[in-house]
């Protein structure tokens, strides 16, 4: 937080309290930090993008801190392109690809380094290290990402001062160096196409952390459940509350805002105000990913029968939502087409809404109209990784035009969603909302569920609530 503050309680400093504050500090450069384990990895994915842009001078920014109020700041998360290509998560940074006579690029880091105790900026500047905690100097932050670091406070004069090649930079992630390079638009784009396409595949480490992330969401998800059969969770902010704390304990955070949606509210998408009551004989829409130290994010969701047991309706809308999933996911393997999955998990759901007279059939001309998505609204599934939904900015010819390789690891989520002023279906069905959605890596053969450790079938559903209630 910024000192100095507008009706802050000190306003000056005497040159005894200066001189005071620099004196008397130990030396904590740290010699034993180990490179990083995921350096490696993170220098062969700048290869590949080094290759796709020979003799350009690529900028990769890591973001900065937005204010929320006054000196109060949300907090940081770094542009995940970034964290793909350094492994790192520090603010204020930057990665620099310098191309290199002969071919190739030379790497480097903008930082922010420690600051000095010779001035007052140690304890009353905006990033004073006094107030937010210890950074890295320049020499620990060279060891740890296996890249030379320079300071970022002149990284703008810097790139300014020497504009030799040509140029691109992320745009939208840090104002201040993008001010200071001269590119162009399309061809910036072009870069942050290339770094979004580049998550496509993930690498051995990045499905080590994916596992651990669903593990945690797992976990998560069992100690919502354990609460249910208590009194205690009575509020969709109790059941959020739960999973945060195992993803704060275990993770970073959560990868997105939890959506806990009981009775009614399960048919809203991305509902996130969790302020409604849990109420036996409702179901529980519950969508939720802990997200890792390393900020890889699971993205799983479990409908659940709040008194442990579907009423008979309920279970007729889980049926058919966990066969369409069924039907998705036996479409996930390489060489697919990445729009099979999505395409047989709605052919699926178009059946059964003819066959209940939801939707005029044929299913095949009501599929092929769309006329489906009045209940089932959004695609099958994305890409999952850094972002909840990955990729976002990748070639639309290589991801949903695109065919599914071994390491691609995406959710596949049908669900049906019936409104509550719904008039086009019997009374007894508005309100409910059903979704199941599952992690899946593309292997050499098909798929393997990570998430497979979450019981999915409407009886599996039950008898684990049974077992976890005790
Ligand atoms: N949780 C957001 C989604 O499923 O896409
Ligand atoms: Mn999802
Ligand atoms: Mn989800």
């Avoid at 937005?66 to 603010?91: C, E």
């Avoid at 396409?197 to 998800?221: I, P, Y």
């Avoid at 309920?314 to 039907?327: G, L, M, N, P, W």
């Avoid at 450790?453 to 976890?468: F, H, I, K």
Wanted: with cysteine.
């Amino acid at each position: 937080m910024a000192k100095g503050r507008k009706n802050g309680l000190y306003t000056e400093i005497s040159a005894e309290l200066s001189a005071l504050m620099r004196t008397g500090w130990a030396d904590t450069e740290r010699h034993d930090l180990l490179p990083d384990e995921q350096a490696p990895h993170a220098a062969a994915r700048r290869a590949k993008l080094s290759a796709l842009f020979p003799g350009e001078r690529l900028v990769i920014p890591s973001g900065n801190l937005k204010t929320r109020s006054n000196d109060d700041d949300y907090p940081f998360r770094p542009y995940s392109g970034y964290v793909h290509m350094t492994g790192d998560q520090a603010r204020d940074g930057a990665l620099v690809l310098e191309p290199r006579d002969g071919g190739g690029h030379d790497a480097y880091c903008f930082q922010l380094p420690r600051d000095s105790r010779d001035d007052d900026v140690f304890w009353t500047g905006a990033t004073a290290e006094l107030w937010t905690g210890r950074r890295r100097s320049l020499a620990e932050s060279a060891r740890v990402l296996g890249l030379p670091c320079r300071d970022v406070r002149t990284a703008a004069d810097e790139l300014a001062a020497a504009p030799g090649a040509p140029t691109r930079i992320v745009r939208g992630i840090d104002p201040a160096l993008e001010r200071a390079v001269t590119t162009d638009e399309d061809r910036d784009e072009e870069l942050a196409e290339a770094l979004s396409g580049l998550r496509l595949v993930k690498d051995a480490w990045e499905l080590g952390e994916l596992r651990k992330a669903v593990d945690s969401t797992v976990r998560g998800f069992t100690d919502a459940i354990a609460d249910l059969s208590t009194a205690v969770a009575t509020s969709e902010r109790w059941i959020e509350g739960t999973f945060f704390r195992r993803a704060r304990l275990e993770g970073n955070a959560v990868g997105y805002g939890s959506i806990c949606a009981a009775g009614e509210h399960a048919t809203i998408m991305h509902w996130t105000d969790n302020d409604g009551p849990v109420r036996p004989g409702d179901l529980l829409l519950f969508d939720a990913g802990v997200e890792t130290r390393t900020l890889y994010t699971a993205d799983v969701t479990r409908t659940l029968p709040i008194s442990g047991t579907f009423t008979p309706l309920q279970r007729k809308v889980y049926d058919a939502v966990y066969e369409a999933q069924e039907a998705g996911m036996a479409a996930v393997k390489p060489g697919a087409h990445y729009r099979d999955f999505h395409e047989a998990a709605q052919r699926h759901l178009a059946v059964r809404l003819v066959e209940w007279g939801f939707v005029e059939g044929p299913a095949e001309r009501a599929y092929a109209l769309g006329l489906q998505r009045r209940f089932t609204m959004a695609g099958t599934g994305h890409m999952l990784g850094l972002d909840v939904h990955d990729c976002a900015r990748a070639r639309n010819e290589e991801y949903v035009d695109g065919v599914l390789e071994p390491g691609m690891v995406l959710t596949v989520e049908p669900g049906l969603y019936f409104q509550p002023d719904d008039l086009t279906v019997p009374e007894e069905w508005r309100g409910i909302g059903v979704r199941i959605e599952d992690d899946l890596v593309v292997t050499e053969s098909g798929h393997e569920n990570l998430s497979a450790g979450l019981p999915r079938s409407a009886d599996e559903v039950e008898a684990w609530m049974a077992r976890v209630s005790g």
